[in-house]
C-alpha cells in the first residue's frame, strides 16, 4: 500500500520558514514524480513545485526563489523548504506521487492526507 504522509506544517509568522516533509511507504518512490500542492479555503488546489524521478525541480512563479523542493531517494522522502512565508501562503498543503511520467497511462498516482501551513501578518 502506497501512501504519502506529510509533517512540518505549522503557525509561522511573514517572513519565517518551514519545512515540509513526505514520506511515501511502498516501493514507487525512486521512480515516482514528486510533488506538493496546496489547497486554501475557498479555493482550488493548485501545484506549488514539483520534482522529477531524475531531480529536476520546477515551481509555480509565486512561489520561486522562495521555496525549494528536493529528493532523497534513500530515505523515500520529499521536502519542502518554505522561507520568506506570507499570509497568502496559508493553506493545507498535500504530497503527490506520480508514476505516470514514468510508467505511462497506466500509473497510478498518490495523495498525502495534507498538513497546515498558517502564515500570520
Known amino acids: 500500500q502506497v501512501q504519502p504522509v506529510e509533517s512540518g506544517g505549522g503557525l509561522v509568522q511573514a517572513g519565517g520558514s518551514l519545512r515540509l516533509s513526505c514520506v511515501v511507504s511502498g516501493s514507487i518512490f525512486s521512480f515516482a514524480a514528486m510533488g506538493w500542492y496546496r489547497q486554501a479555503p475557498g479555493k482550488q488546489r493548485e501545484l506549488v513545485a514539483v520534482?522529477?524521478?531524475?531531480?529536476?525541480?520546477n515551481y509555480r512563479d509565486s512561489v520561486k526563489g522562495r521555496f525549494t523542493i528536493s529528493r532523497d531517494n534513500a530515505k523515500n522522502t520529499v521536502y519542502l523548504q518554505m522561507n520568506s512565508l506570507k499570509p497568502e501562503d496559508t493553506a493545507v498543503y498535500y504530497c503527490?506521487?506520480?508514476?505516470?511520467?514514468?510508467?505511462?497511462?497506466?500509473?497510478?498516482?498518490?495523495w498525502g492526507k495534507g498538513t497546515l501551513v498558517t502564515v500570520s501578518s
Open positions: 503527490h506521487a506520480d508514476t505516470k511520467p514514468v510508467v505511462g497511462p497506466r500509473g497510478m498516482d498518490y
Open positions: 520534482i522529477t524521478s531524475g531531480g529536476s525541480p
